[in-house]
């Protein structure tokens, strides 16, 4: 929770947006960004599909750490490098 999202701005009492701007439809927080925005989901649909990772991308219902643990149980042992790749870089670029 150290990103600048919105929820933090206005708790600081600083000017933010209203609501996310890649979706336009909530307010913008660290978990929205990463785990229930459209855009978000769609992202990481795309990028594990791309990579050809049968592990689903997180839910709204995980936290990233939890869908991140699973998602190395469930990964062979020579994937796992890339994985967490994607785990850092994925909400990096997001
Ligand atoms: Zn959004």
Not at 12 to 20: K, V
Not at 73 to 94: E, F
Request: proline content about 7%; overall charge positive.
């Amino acid at each position: 929770d150290r990103c600048w999202t919105a929820d933090r701005l206005a708790r600081r009492g600083l000017q933010h947006q209203p609501r996310c701007p890649l979706c336009d439809q909530a307010p913008e927080t660290m978990r929205h960004l990463l785990l229930e925005c459209p855009f978000a989901r769609q992202t990481w649909h795309e990028i594990l599909s791309w990579l050809w990772m049968t592990t689903a991308g997180p839910s709204h219902e995980d936290s990233l750490m939890d869908w991140w643990l699973q998602a190395r149980q469930n990964t062979p042992t020579l994937m796992r490098k890339g994985l967490a790749s994607i785990a850092l870089l994925t909400p990096w670029m997001i």
